[in-house]
């Protein structure tokens, strides 16, 4: 009995090799783990000047003095309304280099 389980484990493993060399044209591979962690993260800024403001993305000078373009996507929520010169509040995703809002909040 045990040769025959191990016979079809054996089968099954090499069924699924085989349907994914058929599938992919190479050997089968996930992603390692945590790529997708690695190339983003979030981010905030709070008490942002808006420099620019366009219906795809904001120009910010942060608090600290340094400039920053944020996207704005269709599924960012904006509270208030937006203003060059005024206050915002910033929370989203850096993705690549990025930043993608996900809220923003007019003070």
């Known amino acids: 009995m045990r040769n025959v389980t191990r016979i079809l484990a054996a089968g099954t493993s ?35 000047t808006v420099l620019e403001a366009t219906t795809k993305k904001l120009k910010l000078k942060l608090t600290s003095g340094s400039t920053v373009d944020v996207t704005l996507g269709k599924n960012t929520k904006i509270e208030g309304t937006v203003a060059v010169g005024g206050k915002v509040n910033v929370k989203g995703i850096s993705i690549a280099g990025s930043l993608l809002a996900s809220f923003v909040i007019a003070r």
């Open 14 to 48: 090499a069924l699924a090799l085989s349907a994914g060399l058929l599938l992919t044209g190479g050997i089968a591979s996930a992603a390692p783990a945590g790529t997708a962690t690695a190339q983003s993260a979030e981010f905030s800024f709070s008490g942002a």
